[in-house]
Every structure is written in structure tokens, then in C-alpha cells.
């Protein structure tokens, strides 16, 4: 399997982007596909995760009511509409898929398929 993620770019704030992270390969079984970012010196962290088959969602604190996650199950490609965007939105964006649905928070250790990552800045 592999994730081709893009969409990135420079914005300002209070601006907007939309990410997109195509999947490939024969064996796409997903059952979450989730974006993640990582700001420099800092950790990889859970922006936002959604089930494949019946579109669940879930988002971390911060980007509720900003960001939103959708998916194109015949595309095969999950999306991440990014609004009201703030400098410390500032971070690579990367596209990962599980094969599970986790009930508690999952983290980068669960996910097994990742992108590229895209860089996504916000000025101020």
C-alpha cells in the first residue's frame, strides 16, 4: 500500500487548505485513515482519523470546529479541509491507514501505512 498525500503550501492566517492522501496497491484494507502532523522539535500527533466504512470521525481538540475529514471510498483518498487556519497549525502533514478502528485514542504506533507528508505553513 502506499499514501500519496498533497495540498499543502503557505497560507495566512485565517485562510484555508485542503490536504488529500490517495491510497495504491492491491492489498488496501483500511479500516481508519487518519491525518497526523508534526511541528518541528515537537511529537507526531492524531489531527484527525475517520472509518472507512461508515465515515466516523474524530479530531483532536484543537481543530474541532476548523478542520473537517472526509473520505472517497471509490477514490480511495481522504481528504482534510482545513479552515480558520492559525500559525500554530504550522507543521508536515502526514496521511497514515490502520487495519483496525481502535475504541481509545490511537497513536502513530497503530497506524502501519504512511505518506510522504506535506508542509503546511501559516503566517501571521
Known amino acids: 500500500v502506499q499514501l500519496q498525500a498533497s495540498g499543502g503550501g503557505l497560507v495566512q492566517a485565517g485562510g484555508s487548505l485542503r490536504l488529500s492522501c490517495t491510497a495504491s496497491?492491491?492489498?488496501?484494507?483500511?479500516?481508519?485513515m487518519a491525518w497526523f502532523r508534526q511541528a518541528p522539535g515537537k511529537e507526531r500527533d492524531l489531527v484527525s482519523r475517520?472509518?472507512?466504512?461508515?465515515?466516523?470521525?474524530q479530531y483532536t481538540d484543537s481543530v474541532k470546529g476548523r478542520f473537517t475529514i472526509s473520505r472517497e471510498r471509490g477514490k480511495r483518498t481522504v481528504y482534510l479541509q482545513m479552515n480558520s487556519l492559525k500559525p500554530e497549525d504550522t507543521a508536515v502533514y502526514y496521511c497514515?491507514?490502520?487495519?483496525?478502528?481502535?475504541?481509545?485514542?490511537?497513536?502513530?504506533?497503530?497506524?502501519?501505512?504512511w505518506g510522504q507528508g506535506t508542509q503546511v505553513t501559516v503566517s501571521s
Open positions: 475517520i472509518r472507512w466504512n461508515d465515515g466516523r470521525t
Open positions: 496497491g492491491r492489498d488496501f484494507s483500511a479500516q481508519t
Open positions: 497514515a491507514s490502520s487495519s483496525r478502528w481502535l475504541v481509545g485514542l490511537p497513536d502513530r504506533s497503530d497506524f502501519g501505512f
